[in-house]
């Protein structure tokens, strides 16, 4: 099924400034990887791609840190679309969408993809 969570963009750059990411305080779980992270219009900002390594983090500063996750900037999830022929539309509104309308757009907006080895 389709989980929504709430967070927000606490900075602009990912680990070490990593500028191809964001970094969100919206919880992250496994298998959500792909995920698109929205704003508050609806648009995605960004693909899902990591999490902190919190147990890393716990055993270098005794203290466990808590949502910080990364999603790929939405700038490079286009040249990827772009360049495998893949069609999108870019959001436009300046409407602020619920967090039901946010998860009704996102349920018509992606799918599920499974690799098996």
Not at 38 to 63: E, N, P, R, W, Y
Not at 97 to 117: D, G, M, N, Q
């Amino acid at each position: 099924g389709l989980n929504v969570s709430r967070g927000s963009v606490s900075s602009m750059k990912g680990i070490q400034g990593d500028e191809t990411s964001l970094q969100i305080s919206a919880p992250v779980q496994p298998g959500n990887s792909g995920g698109p992270a929205i704003d508050k219009h609806g648009a995605v900002v960004g693909v899902v791609v990591s999490k902190l390594d919190t147990v890393a983090v716990a055993d270098a500063t005794g203290d466990i840190a808590q949502n910080i996750n990364f999603p790929l900037r939405s700038s490079l999830a286009k040249v990827f679309l772009m360049s495998t022929g893949i069609d999108y539309s870019e959001a436009l509104g300046e409407e602020v969408v619920s967090p039901e309308k946010a998860a009704e757009l996102l349920r018509a907006s992606t799918s599920l993809v499974e690799c098996f080895r």
